[in-house]
């Protein structure tokens, strides 16, 4: 059975869907994909489709842990944007992008009041925010923290090709990847596929098979409600 999550307009707490519900404007919180994760069965597919803005951090956080607990079941489809906290749930499992849509990945905003203490130590709270969030972007790319962290830094806003080249999507929708397959001379020869050639030439290297690269930063952000800066973030 194939499930669909559609991740729309802006990203809150269950407790405040109500609100956006109720005018009519377009939202998505934790509880709606828990619901589809909770009807899935063994073999089941879940198609995802973001168009988001982002919101707020720890909702994109839960979304994106909800996924990946499911990624080898879930493939990601950014039809429209996926910014800020959107972005994060993107990096969860298989994800295409379509060529006409935007990427943006940013650094945590927050509003804060007091002296220079609760000032200095809300920063600290924001530089937290910012390592934990930015692992999930190395580990879907394979970039360091410094690399991550400076992206975000910068406000980066991407194409499918730009991100296609930093390794946060896997492919762009619509195009054809297949390589041109070569005549052979006999029906029982074929020639090693360009996977297979790489993972050959890695083991060469290596001497002693892949090596796992990936890396698992994730920190828990219980009650942050940090709202991700930006254009309707």
Same mark, same amino acid.
């Given at each position: 059975?194939?499930?669909? /999550?559609? /991740?729309?307009?802006?990203?809150?707490?269950?407790?405040?869907?109500?609100?956006?519900? *109720? *005018?009519?404007? !377009? #939202?998505?919180?934790?509880?709606?994909?828990?619901?589809?994760?909770?009807? *899935?069965? &063994?073999? !089941?597919?879940?198609?995802?489709? /973001?168009?988001?803005?982002?919101?707020?951090? &720890?909702?994109?956080?839960?979304?994106?842990?909800?996924?990946?607990?499911?990624?080898?079941?879930?493939?990601?489809?950014?039809?429209?944007?996926? #910014?800020?906290?959107?972005?994060? @749930?993107?990096?969860?499992?298989?994800?295409?992008?379509?060529?006409?849509?935007?990427?943006?990945?940013? #650094?945590?905003?927050?509003?804060?009041? +007091?002296?220079?203490? &609760?000032?200095?130590?809300?920063?600290?709270?924001? $530089?937290?925010?910012? $390592? @934990?969030?930015?692992?999930?972007?190395?580990?879907?790319?394979?970039?360091?923290?410094?690399?991550?962290?400076?992206?975000? %830094?910068?406000?980066?806003?991407?194409?499918?090709?730009?991100?296609? %080249?930093?390794?946060?999507?896997? @492919?762009?929708?619509? $195009?054809?990847?297949?390589?041109?397959?070569?005549?052979?001379? +006999?029906?029982?020869?074929?020639?090693?596929?360009? %996977?297979?050639? %790489?993972?050959?030439?890695?083991?060469?290297?290596? +001497?002693?098979?892949?090596? &796992?690269?990936?890396?698992?930063?994730? @920190? $828990?952000?219980? *009650?942050?409600?940090?709202?991700?800066?930006?254009?309707?973030?």
């Amino acid at each position: 059975m194939k499930h669909r /999550i559609n /991740i729309r307009g802006v990203m809150v707490p269950n407790d405040y869907k109500w609100y956006y519900d *109720f *005018f009519g404007e !377009d #939202c998505t919180c934790p509880k709606d994909v828990q619901q589809v994760m909770d009807a *899935f069965q &063994d073999g !089941d597919e879940i198609e995802v489709y /973001i168009n988001s803005p982002g919101g707020v951090i &720890d909702v994109g956080s839960e979304i994106y842990t909800l996924l990946k607990g499911r990624k080898d079941n879930v493939r990601i489809y950014i039809t429209g944007e996926a #910014c800020s906290a959107a972005s994060v @749930a993107a990096m969860a499992a298989y994800c295409e992008m379509s060529p006409t849509a935007l990427m943006m990945v940013h #650094c945590v905003s927050t509003y804060t009041e +007091g002296n220079h203490s &609760d000032l200095e130590h809300t920063a600290e709270v924001l $530089r937290t925010a910012d $390592r @934990a969030l930015c692992s999930a972007y190395m580990d879907k790319s394979g970039m360091t923290e410094e690399e991550a962290l400076e992206m975000m %830094e910068r406000t980066t806003w991407l194409t499918a090709e730009q991100a296609l %080249e930093r390794g946060l999507v896997d @492919a762009v929708m619509f $195009r054809d990847g297949k390589e041109a397959t070569p005549l052979m001379a +006999g029906p029982l020869f074929s020639l090693p596929t360009k %996977e297979q050639m %790489e993972k050959a030439g890695r083991a060469m290297k290596e +001497g002693a098979g892949e090596q &796992d690269t990936s890396r698992m930063a994730h @920190a $828990r952000l219980d *009650f942050l409600k940090l709202k991700a800066k930006g254009e309707g973030a």
